[in-house]
């Protein structure tokens, strides 16, 4: 009899392990409550970045003239807009499910809650599918990902206050939009609504957007907000909204500063899904926050139970969710008693999407100084690659981390056009452990910004 695994969850997480899992040799069991490829697909990762690519479009019609371009009465068709990318994510689901089912992985409608250690209830998205059924499980994975936080003061109603969720696109664009909170998420849908044409204000809690990255790479993104009028409302702390009898919010923080606009969005973090789970009847433990915590097989405490993505508390990227997952399958299959590596985390690339765009991985100079670790950090900027001048982009720049001793390239950050493919180059040299010089040698294609990369590696 195969190994049966039960994941709770289709989102990058769930459908990478369910695909690794069945390819190995698993029966496999995939419940999700509504949309395979999940929050990533359908709120988080892929709207958000089909929004910002729209954006794009119109940030670069407005540097049309310096590319040699008379264009006139460019302007957003908000219909179109939801439609494009209502289409990019159903076309995505559709082609996971449709992999998922020729690898044989069985995918049931509905939500799934653990019974006991090895059974899983699910009742079922339809009404008229019957009654709840409950499978008999060998292995368990838990990988039902995040929702956005929501303070009790917000009082989110969709349409002037907003949760990331409520965006893709709004009814109508904001014309003043008042974003709470700077991290990843914060900082994109500031880039987003600016170029979408928004007058948009940044609350700010630190003195410093990004809190969480490289100070130089920060400084390089808020110089890009100020100079296309994006406010910085630092040190502020938004405790209230109060919303307008003539329409709009005024944002209310802390130390009694208010902040008015059309709209608010909130952006501050996400919270796990892990309650009604039936965690607690199977004996798997939750932190406060509400996490399960795993070990570098993503097992929870109840060694076959295993969480993996937002859930597990790690890093909550979708790359880093699919990443686990297929660790998770392997386990399984106990493949981890051969050639398999852990998960290192720190050497997960990430990026933000905003303009300039911004990558990084593996250590970041701050964190070496932190540390106390001796480092060779080389700088490079845009400025000086050709096609950065073809391209009519020269901002950011290239930094590259290596131990002076070995030449091993340990990190790097990349601010500028396309930084989250380019930081790829720098990707592979930290986790096959290559020198500087793999990079210096290696004859890369000109006119490219990739020659940034050999050049901070000289
Ligand atoms: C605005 C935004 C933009 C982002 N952009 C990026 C990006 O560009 N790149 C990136 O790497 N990361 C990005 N992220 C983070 C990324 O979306 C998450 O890390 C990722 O979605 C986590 O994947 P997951 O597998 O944990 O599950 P999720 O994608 O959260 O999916 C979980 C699934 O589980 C289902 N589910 C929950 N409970 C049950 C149940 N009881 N029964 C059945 N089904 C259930 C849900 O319906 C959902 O489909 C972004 C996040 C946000 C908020």
């Given at each position: 009899?195969?190994?049966?695994?039960?994941?709770?969850?289709?989102?990058?997480?769930?459908?990478?392990?369910?695909?690794?899992?069945?390819r190995?040799?698993?029966?496999?069991?995939?419940?999700?409550?509504?949309?395979?490829?999940?929050?990533?697909?359908?709120?988080?990762?892929?709207?958000?970045?089909?929004?910002?690519a729209?954006?794009?479009?119109m940030?670069?019609?407005?540097?049309?003239?310096?590319?040699?371009?008379?264009?006139?009465?460019?302007?957003?068709?908000?219909?179109?807009?939801?439609?494009?990318?209502?289409?990019?994510?159903?076309?995505?689901?559709?082609?996971?499910?449709?992999?998922?089912?020729?690898?044989g992985?069985?995918?049931?409608?509905g939500?799934?809650?653990?019974?006991?250690?090895?059974?899983?209830?699910?009742?079922?998205?339809?009404?008229?599918?019957?009654?709840?059924?409950?499978?008999?499980?060998?292995?368990?994975?838990?990988?039902?990902?995040?929702?956005?936080?929501?303070?009790?003061?917000?009082?989110?109603?969709?349409?002037?206050?907003?949760?990331?969720?409520?965006?893709?696109?709004?009814?109508?664009?904001?014309?003043?939009?008042?974003?709470?909170?700077?991290?990843?998420?914060?900082?994109?849908?500031?880039?987003m609504?600016?170029?979408?044409?928004?007058?948009?204000?940044?609350?700010?809690?630190?003195?410093?957007?990004?809190?969480m990255?490289?100070?130089?790479?920060?400084?390089?993104?808020?110089?890009?907000?100020?100079?296309?009028?994006?406010?910085?409302?630092?040190?502020?702390?938004?405790?209230?909204?109060?919303?307008?009898?003539?329409?709009?919010?005024?944002?209310?923080?802390?130390?009694?500063?208010?902040?008015a606009?059309?709209?608010?969005?909130?952006?501050?973090?996400?919270?796990?899904?892990?309650?009604?789970?039936?965690?607690?009847?199977?004996?798997?433990?939750?932190?406060?926050?509400?996490?399960?915590?795993?070990?570098?097989?993503?097992?929870?405490?109840?060694?076959?139970?295993?969480?993996?993505?937002?859930?597990?508390?790690?890093?909550?990227?979708?790359?880093?969710?699919?990443?686990?997952?297929?660790?998770?399958?392997?386990?399984?299959?106990?493949?981890?008693?051969?050639?398999?590596?852990?998960?290192?985390?720190?050497?997960?690339?990430?990026?933000?999407?905003?303009?300039?765009?911004?990558?990084?991985?593996?250590?970041?100079?701050?964190?070496?100084?932190?540390?106390?670790?001796?480092?060779?950090?080389?700088?490079?900027?845009?400025?000086?690659?050709?096609?950065?001048?073809?391209?009519?982009?020269?901002?950011?720049?290239?930094?590259?981390?290596?131990?002076?001793?070995?030449?091993?390239?340990?990190?790097?950050?990349?601010?500028?056009?396309?930084a989250?493919?380019?930081?790829?180059?720098?990707?592979?040299?930290?986790s096959a452990?290559?020198?500087?010089?793999?990079?210096?040698e290696?004859?890369?294609?000109?006119?490219?910004?990739?020659?940034?990369?050999?050049?901070?590696?000289?």
């Amino acid at each position: 009899m195969p190994v049966h695994l039960v994941i709770i969850g289709g989102g990058p997480g769930g459908v990478e392990a369910a695909a690794t899992a069945s390819r190995l040799g698993a029966e496999v069991t995939l419940v999700e409550r509504d949309v395979i490829g999940g929050a990533a697909n359908l709120w988080d990762c892929i709207p958000s970045k089909a929004m910002i690519a729209t954006g794009g479009a119109m940030a670069l019609s407005r540097r049309a003239a310096a590319l040699g371009l008379a264009l006139e009465g460019v302007r957003i068709d908000l219909n179109a807009l939801r439609e494009r990318v209502r289409d990019i994510s159903s076309r995505l689901a559709a082609s996971n499910e449709r992999q998922l089912e020729s690898q044989g992985v069985r995918i049931v409608r509905g939500t799934g809650r653990l019974m006991g250690s090895h059974q899983v209830e699910i009742v079922p998205s339809d009404p008229q599918a019957g009654p709840p059924e409950v499978l008999d499980a060998d292995a368990v994975l838990v990988a039902t990902g995040s929702r956005p936080r929501v303070p009790e003061w917000a009082n989110v109603d969709g349409t002037t206050v907003l949760t990331t969720r409520d965006a893709y696109p709004p009814a109508e664009i904001p014309e003043d939009l008042v974003v709470v909170g700077s991290g990843v998420t914060g900082v994109e849908f500031v880039h987003m609504f600016r170029s979408l044409g928004s007058r948009v204000s940044l609350i700010v809690s630190r003195q410093q957007v990004l809190p969480m990255k490289d100070p130089e790479v920060a400084a390089a993104l808020e110089a890009d907000f100020l100079e296309t009028g994006v406010r910085l409302v630092k040190g502020a702390r938004a405790v209230a909204v109060e919303r307008q009898e003539e329409g709009g919010v005024v944002v209310v923080c802390e130390d009694g500063r208010k902040v008015a606009g059309s709209h608010m969005l909130l952006a501050i973090g996400s919270i796990p899904s892990s309650a009604r789970l039936g965690l607690d009847r199977a004996g798997v433990e939750v932190n406060g926050a509400g996490y399960v915590p795993v070990n570098h097989h993503c097992q929870s405490n109840v060694p076959h139970i295993y969480a993996a993505g937002d859930v597990s508390g790690r890093l909550q990227l979708a790359s880093v969710a699919a990443a686990q997952g297929r660790k998770v399958a392997e386990h399984v299959m106990g493949l981890h008693t051969r050639e398999h590596r852990h998960l290192d985390y720190d050497k997960a690339a990430s990026a933000i999407f905003t303009e300039p765009e911004i990558a990084d991985v593996g250590l970041a100079e701050a964190e070496a100084f932190a540390l106390g670790r001796k480092i060779r950090v080389t700088k490079v900027p845009f400025a000086l690659s050709a096609k950065a001048m073809i391209d009519g982009d020269p901002r950011g720049f290239v930094k590259l981390i290596s131990d002076p001793a070995t030449g091993i390239v340990l990190g790097g950050s990349i601010v500028g056009a396309h930084a989250a493919e380019l930081i790829s180059v720098i990707g592979l040299a930290v986790s096959a452990r290559l020198k500087v010089d793999a990079i210096a040698e290696t004859v890369l294609v000109h006119p490219a910004l990739a020659e940034v990369l050999a050049a901070a590696a000289e």
